[in-house]
């Protein structure tokens, strides 16, 4: 039986099966297929949102079924394990990133506009922060939305924005008082089709290949007033209050990530043969094996105690920087070190190794960089 | 309409499997388990007819608590209960058929609905001793039909057909060479082939839900079943491995070799 950790109980459990199941027929057969092509079909938002992967801390009045962030950690965790860091990426923006300031910050109308249809999968939201000179450094956005009369008019451009090619709804940092510093932020949802707002180019990666990253531009583009969430200048702290979140989750990811690794790794040694024997027989493997599973389990302590410390109300905010730099930086350990125990065959395309460790690699980068973590972590030292 | 339906715990198909140096069994380390995957499709078998014609699922697995895991699968697919018959130790398929016979006496069903297998020991025997103890018609490997050689019969017939006055169950089954279509009268048991249907994933508010459903405990001792088993594995061997092929020069040797080495022309 699946062990759970003392975080997950028996029905979280039951839910991974399910989702192991959904991913290993309808996502991972077709992660090779959807890496070459540089996209993954539209019509897995629709699917997701059928399975209801994408509501589950939602309330139901939109259509989520309120099942709690445990399940969505569950979810997160196998999504890594799906084969394609990009497929992954591009789902979990929905129900992390893009809904998760609508769901927390928005009004009735809002939720009803924008989340629900995310919810069902019918609307593919992104949320829009990084900008050519500014990204985790969020008080110094440029992009700002002068308001006038019934509209705020947004001037701007947005990069690194997953699903921002195909995204209906952008939540979108902006200064709505560009003299106040980070008081001046607000979060303003920006529709698709907006006159103004132009996908200026998708963006070519290392890794995460099947996720759209789009550059975006605004130029005098009007949006509704009533699109603002909450109050003017609240942007800030709101952008932080997601920031959590976001934060659990690419460590989770990575957790998942590093697991489907390591054990197509342990399958590979135990049947490749060198010198007369399996190299798995080879002690220098056993131990390289056994310190890869040792660092994986340590990430995932530390994960896990930010997640109970989180789902169990606190702001656990040095603790979710510690696990997310902690689980990235293992991952792209964990990927290395299983692409040199593949050998030759694990720098050739045949294989998924070279996928994942180049997926593996943003990790340490997306959603605050590793040095920003640690930004974070000595100012909740007093430093 | 109440039917009972069958939930083996069985290694998971895409595990690997290992057998022990000493041939006493396979190795159980690493192994993962699920429900063995007949027993899935009649568990949905089982959750469509119950749609169409009311009633309730009742899902029973043997073995240890490790089994709750199946049923609860099935609690969350839309079973309504689950019997769980604690039992721990060989069993062999008259063992699995005298306690089934027991739960099968005390729930009462109009249909028992199993897999046609397991496929861990592929015995395929429990349905057809279920049926002859209890007396009742046996509709084994049904399976999908896509359609019929008579003129009126042509079109998508569903596999498992209850009668409207509830008394009859026809089934398709998949036989060798062709479909064959009986008429059972009811209760009966039926077994189900691999085509019958595509199971549902367990839903999220199925899995929820699945938590609060009950499962009844039953030992054997306590229905009055001998499990001793009359059959015993004397030994458990991996099929030889597969041998490299070799290439050919031309035509002439490939038909000599086929010929006087393979023996198949």
Same mark, same amino acid.
């Given at each position: 039986?699946?062990?759970?950790?003392?975080?997950?109980?028996?029905?979280?459990?039951?839910?991974?099966?399910?989702?192991?199941?959904?991913?290993?027929?309808?996502?991972?057969?077709?992660?090779?297929?959807?890496?070459?092509?540089?996209?993954?079909?539209?019509?897995?938002?629709?699917?997701?949102?059928?399975?209801?992967?994408?509501?589950?801390?939602?309330?139901?009045?939109?259509?989520?079924?309120?099942?709690?962030? &445990?399940?969505?950690?569950?979810?997160?965790?196998?999504?890594?394990?799906?084969?394609?860091?990009?497929?992954?990426?591009?789902?979990?923006?929905?129900?992390?990133?893009?809904?998760?300031?609508?769901? &927390?910050?928005?009004?009735?109308? @809002?939720?009803?506009?924008?989340?629900?249809?995310?919810?069902?999968?019918?609307?593919?939201?992104?949320?829009?922060?990084?900008?050519?000179?500014?990204?985790?450094?969020?008080?110094?956005?440029?992009?700002?939305?002068?308001?006038?009369?019934?509209?705020?008019?947004?001037?701007?451009?947005?990069?690194?924005?997953?699903?921002?090619?195909?995204?209906?709804?952008?939540? !979108?940092?902006?200064?709505?008082?560009?003299?106040?510093?980070?008081?001046?932020?607000?979060?303003?949802?920006?529709?698709?089709?907006?006159?103004?707002?132009?996908?200026?180019?998708?963006?070519?990666?290392?890794?995460?290949?099947?996720?759209?990253?789009?550059?975006?531009?605004?130029?005098?583009?009007?949006?509704?007033?009533?699109?603002?969430?909450?109050?003017?200048?609240?942007?800030?702290?709101?952008?932080?209050?997601?920031?959590?979140?976001?934060?659990?989750?690419?460590?989770?990811?990575? !957790?998942?990530?590093?697991?489907?690794?390591?054990?197509?790794?342990?399958?590979?040694?135990?049947?490749?043969?060198?010198?007369? @024997?399996?190299?798995?027989?080879?002690?220098?493997?056993?131990?390289?094996?056994?310190?890869?599973?040792?660092?994986?389990?340590?990430?995932? @302590?530390?994960?896990?105690?930010?997640?109970?410390?989180?789902?169990?109300?606190?702001?656990?905010?040095?603790?979710?920087?510690?696990?997310?730099?902690?689980?990235?930086?293992?991952?792209?350990?964990?990927?290395?070190?299983?692409?040199?125990?593949?050998?030759?065959?694990?720098?050739?395309?045949?294989?998924?190794?070279?996928?994942?460790?180049?997926?593996?690699?943003?990790?340490?980068?997306?959603?605050?960089?590793?040095?920003?973590?640690?930004?974070?972590?000595?100012? @909740?030292?007093?430093? | 309409?109440?039917?009972?339906?069958?939930?083996?715990?069985?290694?998971?198909?895409?595990?690997?499997?290992?057998?022990?140096?000493?041939?006493?069994?396979?190795?159980?380390?690493?192994?993962?388990?699920?429900?063995?995957?007949?027993?899935?499709?009649?568990?949905?078998?089982?959750?469509?007819?119950?749609?169409?014609?009311?009633?309730?699922?009742?899902?029973?697995?043997? *073995?240890?608590?490790?089994?709750?895991?199946?049923?609860?699968?099935?609690?969350?697919?839309?079973?309504?209960?689950?019997?769980?018959? +604690?039992?721990?130790?060989?069993?062999?398929?008259?063992?699995?058929?005298? #306690?089934?016979?027991?739960?099968?006496?005390?729930?009462?069903?109009?249909?028992?609905?199993?897999?046609?297998?397991?496929?861990?020991?592929?015995?395929?025997?429990?349905?057809?001793?279920?049926?002859?103890?209890?007396?009742?018609?046996?509709?084994?490997?049904?399976?999908?039909?896509?359609?019929?050689?008579?003129?009126?019969?042509? +079109?998508?017939?569903? /596999?498992?057909?209850?009668?409207?006055? +509830?008394?009859?169950?026809?089934?398709?089954?998949?036989?060798? *060479?062709? #479909?064959?279509?009986?008429?059972?009268?009811?209760?009966?048991?039926? =077994?189900?082939?691999?085509?019958? +249907?595509?199971?549902?994933?367990?839903?999220?508010?199925?899995?929820?839900? /699945?938590?609060?459903?009950?499962?009844?405990?039953?030992?054997?001792?306590?229905?009055?079943?001998?499990?001793?088993?009359?059959?015993?594995?004397?030994?458990?061997?991996?099929?030889?491995?597969?041998?490299?092929?070799?290439?050919?020069?031309?035509?002439?040797?490939?038909?000599?070799?086929?010929? =006087?080495?393979?023996?198949?022309?």
């Amino acid at each position: 039986m699946l062990s759970g950790y003392g975080v997950y109980q028996e029905e979280h459990q039951a839910f991974r099966r399910m989702v192991r199941e959904v991913i290993a027929k309808e996502l991972r057969p077709f992660a090779r297929e959807w890496e070459a092509a540089g996209e993954f079909p539209r019509s897995l938002f629709t699917r997701f949102g059928e399975l209801g992967f994408f509501g589950l801390k939602y309330p139901e009045a939109y259509g989520g079924t309120n099942a709690g962030e &445990l399940y969505e950690a569950v979810l997160l965790e196998e999504l890594g394990r799906c084969g394609s860091g990009g497929v992954a990426a591009g789902l979990g923006a929905q129900f992390t990133i893009a809904t998760g300031p609508i769901h &927390l910050y928005g009004t009735d109308e @809002q939720k009803r506009r924008f989340l629900a249809p995310a919810i069902r999968g019918q609307k593919i939201g992104a949320l829009g922060i990084t900008e050519p000179d500014a990204g985790s450094d969020v008080a110094g956005i440029q992009t700002t939305a002068r308001r006038d009369g019934t509209h705020y008019v947004v001037n701007g451009a947005k990069t690194y924005i997953t699903n921002g090619v195909r995204a209906d709804f952008v939540v !979108l940092a902006v200064k709505t008082d560009p003299s106040a510093g980070q008081r001046g932020l607000s979060l303003l949802i920006v529709e698709k089709g907006t006159p103004g707002f132009t996908v200026a180019k998708k963006l070519d990666k290392l890794g995460w290949r099947a996720s759209d990253t789009a550059e975006l531009l605004f130029e005098d583009c009007r949006v509704p007033a009533e699109n603002l969430l909450g109050e003017p200048g609240q942007g800030f702290a709101q952008i932080l209050g997601n920031f959590q979140w976001e934060r659990l989750s690419l460590a989770l990811g990575a !957790l998942g990530a590093a697991e489907e690794v390591l054990e197509t790794t342990i399958e590979y040694v135990k049947q490749r043969r060198a010198f007369g @024997q399996t190299v798995s027989a080879f002690q220098v493997v056993r131990h390289r094996l056994a310190e890869m599973a040792t660092d994986l389990e340590a990430a995932r @302590q530390l994960t896990y105690h930010a997640l109970r410390l989180h789902v169990g109300g606190q702001y656990a905010i040095a603790q979710t920087s510690m696990a997310k730099k902690v689980a990235t930086e293992m991952c792209c350990r964990i990927t290395d070190q299983a692409l040199q125990l593949h050998g030759g065959a694990g720098y050739m395309k045949e294989f998924d190794i070279e996928r994942h460790w180049r997926d593996a690699r943003l990790g340490p980068i997306g959603g605050g960089t590793s040095e920003i973590m640690n930004e974070i972590i000595a100012k @909740q030292l007093g430093l | 309409m109440k039917i009972l339906v069958t939930a083996k715990r069985v290694e998971d198909p895409e595990s690997k499997i290992k057998v022990k140096p000493d041939g006493t069994g396979i190795v159980q380390e690493g192994l993962k388990y699920k429900i063995n995957p007949f027993d899935e499709i009649a568990v949905e078998e089982g959750l469509r007819l119950v749609a169409k014609h009311g009633g309730e699922v009742v899902v029973v697995s043997i *073995g240890g608590k490790e089994v709750h895991e199946q049923l609860r699968h099935a609690l969350a697919m839309g079973a309504h209960k689950a019997v769980w018959v +604690n039992h721990t130790g060989p069993l062999d398929q008259m063992g699995v058929a005298g #306690l089934l016979q027991k739960v099968v006496e005390k729930e009462k069903p109009d249909l028992v609905i199993l897999g046609k297998q397991s496929i861990d020991d592929d015995q395929n025997q429990v349905g057809q001793y279920l049926a002859e103890w209890l007396g009742w018609g046996q509709a084994t490997f049904a399976s999908k039909a896509e359609s019929f050689d008579s003129e009126n019969e042509k +079109n998508k017939v569903p /596999a498992l057909v209850v009668g409207a006055d +509830n008394k009859t169950v026809r089934v398709v089954r998949e036989v060798d *060479g062709g #479909l064959a279509t009986v008429e059972c009268q009811l209760p009966a048991v039926v =077994t189900t082939d691999l085509r019958l +249907n595509q199971p549902r994933y367990a839903s999220l508010p199925g899995i929820m839900k /699945a938590k609060s459903k009950p499962i009844e405990e039953l030992i054997p001792a306590g229905l009055g079943v001998d499990v001793t088993p009359k059959l015993t594995v004397t030994k458990m061997s991996a099929p030889p491995a597969r041998k490299a092929g070799i290439k050919v020069p031309d035509v002439a040797t490939l038909v000599e070799k086929l010929k =006087t080495e393979a023996k198949v022309i």
